[in-house]
């Protein structure tokens, strides 16, 4: 166990020092999370009618998306180094199989984290302000982590069965893309036409972003705090495994 938890650090340090060294990968993190709140806030945000504000309502969503998004890197980091043949050396050393994508997943959770700092100083900026006390907000916050954390595994099995990591982008933008537009992230779900409402109502994403805002803005908690636990849960259940499973699988060829 604890040679286990040593390689991850080790797998999570080496993830860490690359980003420094791809300037191009911290925008993902850093200028394109503001770039989506300025751009849904002034451009979008007054033709969408919502209770209340639309900088309060909005900055969860963004946030949750961004969160979700963050998993690309480890999809795309995956798949590269597959095909550099740094799995084949990784499997020739006394290194932990699930050292590998485990470090992978808690050096997203560093990115997550930056991300999301980024977006809540730019939302405060803007006028998004917390409503709720400090415990609530650190739960928020812990959720947005955990979901960050769940959503790295599904994009570890996307990057180790994309042939490419252009088709690992391909296929991720293809699943999440949809997922965060069809919820109640940017608008009220009850705005959707009845199938559109039907697959909104239904999402992970308009449970993780229904949680945040009952945290945040102190909005009825709903079915939205429990249902997102357990979409992390069975998520974690399901791609953990197969991620592991792909992995050995990959790392034996």
């Known amino acids: 166990m604890s040679r286990l938890v040593g390689d991850t650090l080790v797998m999570a340090e080496r993830n860490l020092i690359r980003l420094p060294r791809?300037?191009?990968?911290?925008?993902?993190?850093?200028?394109?999370?503001?770039m989506f709140v300025l751009l849904f806030a002034y451009v979008f945000g007054g033709a969408i009618k919502v209770e209340g504000d639309y900088v309060d309502f909005l900055m969860p969503g963004i946030i949750v998306q961004s969160i979700a998004f963050g998993g690309f890197v480890t999809a795309l980091g995956l798949c590269e180094d597959l095909n550099k043949g740094l799995i084949d050396r990784f499997r020739s050393l006394p290194t932990a199989r699930a050292a590998v994508l485990a470090g992978r997943a808690i050096a997203d959770l560093v990115t997550n984290g930056l991300s999301l700092v980024i977006l809540v100083v730019t939302g405060v900026i803007i006028g998004f302000d917390f409503r709720t006390g400090l415990l609530e907000v650190v739960a928020?916050?812990?959720?947005?982590?955990?979901?960050?954390f769940t959503s790295s595994w599904v994009f570890a099995l996307i990057g180790m069965n994309a042939s490419t990591p252009e088709a690992a982008n391909g296929i991720g933008f293809t699943l999440i893309f949809p997922l965060t537009f069809i919820s109640s992230a940017f608008v009220p779900s009850e705005?959707?036409?009845?199938?559109l409402r039907f697959i909104a109502d239904?999402?992970?994403?308009?449970?993780?972003?229904?949680?945040?805002r009952h945290f945040w803005l102190g909005a009825p908690a709903g079915d939205f705090v429990w249902a997102s636990l357990v979409w992390t849960v069975v998520l974690l259940g399901i791609f953990v495994p197969l991620s592991i499973a792909k992995y050995r699988k990959v790392a034996s060829k």
């Open 202 to 212: 239904v999402n992970p994403i308009t449970h993780v972003v229904g949680a945040v």
């Open 191 to 195: 705005s959707l036409p009845d199938v």
């Open 22 to 34: 791809q300037p191009d990968m911290l925008l993902g993190f850093t200028v394109q999370p503001i």
């Open 140 to 148: 928020g916050f812990g959720l947005l982590l955990l979901f960050g």
